[in-house]
């Protein structure tokens, strides 16, 4: 059974930092390809992309929004994938979950519409950016 868990949220000020863990079981991402995403939601509003990585080949996409600031990476011995968040933004916070799908491929699709789909979540950690 694939498993994940996030951790690494927080309260920061907006310009600081965060980096977001998420430890996967199940699986393992030296022999799995598997598409793991960041996703999150603010209040009132609908799940949105925010980044994925292929669990064995690496590859990377981030939704404009992020691009410069936010940079996904995985460490294959620790089964774990990280979203470091710089020049964090008020408009960050949300709570943020990750998603992994093993059929799918890391890239603008995934982002734009596997939150509406996937079925395998963790339990989400919050991020708060104050001013």
């Known amino acids: 059974e694939v498993q994940l868990v996030e951790s690494g949220g927080g309260l920061v000020q907006a310009g600081g930092s965060l980096r977001l863990s998420c430890a996967a079981s199940?699986?393992?991402?030296?022999?799995?390809?598997?598409?793991i995403g960041w996703f999150r939601q603010a209040p009132g509003k609908e799940r949105e992309g925010v980044s994925c990585?292929?669990?064995?080949?690496?590859?990377?996409y981030y939704t404009d929004s992020v691009k410069g600031r936010f940079t996904i990476s995985k460490d294959n011995a620790k089964n774990t994938v990280y979203l470091q968040m710089d020049s964090l933004k008020p408009e960050d916070t949300a709570v943020y979950y990750c998603?992994?799908?093993?059929?799918?491929?890391?890239?603008?699709?995934?982002?734009?519409?596997?939150?509406?789909?996937?079925?395998?979540w963790g339990q989400g950690t919050l991020v708060t950016v104050s001013l």
């Open positions: 998603g992994a799908d093993l059929l799918d491929s890391c890239g603008s699709y995934y982002v734009q519409h596997a939150g509406g789909y996937l079925e395998v």
């Open positions: 199940g699986f393992t991402f030296d022999f799995d390809n598997y598409a």
């Open positions: 990585i292929s669990s064995r080949e690496g590859n990377t």
